[in-house]
């Protein structure tokens, strides 16, 4: 990945940071660039050169892409966000930090944002481990995480602070992880007193709580049958303590994925504004 041999496709971001790659990484991957790319002809003769990204999507986030392209995975941490590793050209007045801050990133809005470049590229892989970053921040065990749920619904819902859904999210993959990462919070770690403060937290986000009773009807008889945990959390000094149960999250993470397919039809409402997100690309110079 460290050798410049042979790159011979660049991808510019809005703030005019380069990244030049070898254009084979893109065949098989992300469709729209693969169809951009070798569009010319069916043999590929004289693909395009270069491409130019629209603005929201986020540099950090390519920067990512570009990681992923060739090693199938990327992570926010680390300090992912604080350069970009694999540019090829940084104008000098560009800061990747400054750019992140000002984007609001924090590590589930980065996931969302790589989530939405897989829709928009169409890359389905990158979707899967986007998605499964996701599981992994919401389905925290032993963790109350009111704020980080109430902040993740706002982003899969686009509520305020949010003007619009940062994932199209057509298949409601998003926002079904939104509903059943609140369930599983509800079943396995919060007493009432933290399910009072999460429901008042979003009383006012109709559609989330339609989809909410909508999953809790369809599947009431799964949810009746689930195991009460063994503990419940505890404090010591403030700080909360790891809980025992007896329903692990990986179990209850697999009992929802083998139902996909039921939560996807359970929550087919409109859910918010549906904005068109497909690439703007143009031909080069």
Known sequence: MDSQVGRDFTIITSNCVEFKIHSAMIVGGPRQLEDYVFSRGATGQNP????????????????????FLYQSAYSFENGSVSTYRHATVVPENVDPIADAI????????????????????????????????????????????????????????????????????????????????????ELQIWEKEHRAEFMDSVRD???????????????????????????????????????????SRAAMVKRWSERKQGLVVAGNGDGGNNDDMDVAMGDEE
């Open 48 to 67: 395009r050169s270069s491409v130019t990204l629209p603005a929201h999507m986020i540099p950090v986030c390519v920067d990512a892409l570009v990681h």
């Open 205 to 247: 986000c109709d559609q989330f709580l339609t989809d909410m009773d909508r999953i809790k009807k369809r599947y009431k008889h799964i949810l009746m049958a689930h195991p009460k945990p063994t503990a419940r959390l505890a404090h010591n000094h403030g700080k909360e303590a790891p809980i025992t149960r007896r329903s």
């Open 102 to 185: 000002e984007a609001g990133m924090n590590n589930l809005k980065f996931h969302m944002h790589m989530y939405a470049l897989g829709e928009e590229l169409e890359y389905s892989d990158l979707k899967a481990v986007a998605h499964g970053h996701l599981v992994g921040i919401v389905m925290q065990k032993g963790a109350l995480m009111i704020g980080p749920l109430k902040n993740f619904v706002d982003l899969a819902y686009g509520y305020l602070p949010y003007d619009r859904r940062v994932c199209r999210d057509d298949d409601h993959a998003i926002r079904n992880l939104a509903v059943v990462s609140v369930i599983f919070h």
